[in-house]
């Protein structure tokens, strides 16, 4: 099966779930500098919201990149991952309009961990796919980055009811670790071509 279809359909989605977000930022009612104040906590989590649908959408298609075809495993796998994704302008304005509050801090590391599961699962579907000894195994190799970041949020998620901003600190950690998309995945594509040229 190619997987053309598959990642566009994904942009596609990711493209819309940008564009729900920034449509659920509300302009201020005052017109001075000072009216901007009220928005604030929205703006922090959007920015916060769209770096990890960037860092989702770049890291995605490095896999995709690294993979020479898909079967229907990944296409739930795939799907699944966008649903978690799809939820992540709900969290977003409700922790934004709400001054991160606990709750919706929770519920936003909650969204958090089971993207980076569903992440985790289309790694491995794909793996499974293409075998053990593929560039693609062997650019995730043992994937330390991805298990680190599900622990993060796993222990995120209570301390927001300890401290939100704490929970909130979490997420930034691990925003900051994938900012940079894995090099690991260009160089076995670029060593399996030229050892395939």
Request: some cysteine; charged content about 15%.
């Amino acid at each position: 099966m190619n997987k053309g279809r598959l990642e566009a359909f994904s942009d596609g989605v990711l493209a819309v779930i940008i564009t729900i977000m920034v449509l659920e930022m509300k302009s201020p009612h005052g017109t001075s500098l000072a009216s901007l104040g009220s928005v604030i906590p929205v703006f922090l989590t959007y920015i916060l919201s769209f770096v990890y649908i960037a860092i989702y959408w770049n890291n995605h298609h490095h896999l995709l990149h690294a993979t020479q075809r898909v079967n229907g495993a990944t296409l739930w796998a795939n799907l699944h991952l966008l649903f978690w994704l799809s939820l992540v302008p709900f969290t977003t304005a409700w922790m934004g309009e709400n001054h991160f509050d606990s709750w919706p801090v929770a519920v936003y590391g909650v969204v958090l961990l089971l993207a980076a599961v569903a992440y985790f699962v289309l790694t491995k579907t794909l793996i499974s796919l293409h075998g053990r000894g593929s560039t693609l195994a062997r650019s995730i190799g043992r994937d330390k980055k991805g298990k680190i970041s599900i622990v993060i949020y796993a222990a995120a998620v209570p301390l927001a009811f300890v401290r939100s901003w704490i929970a909130g600190a979490c997420y930034i950690v691990v925003a900051i670790m994938w900012l940079i998309p894995d090099p690991r995945i260009e160089k076995k594509v670029a060593e399996s071509t030229e050892g395939n040229g």
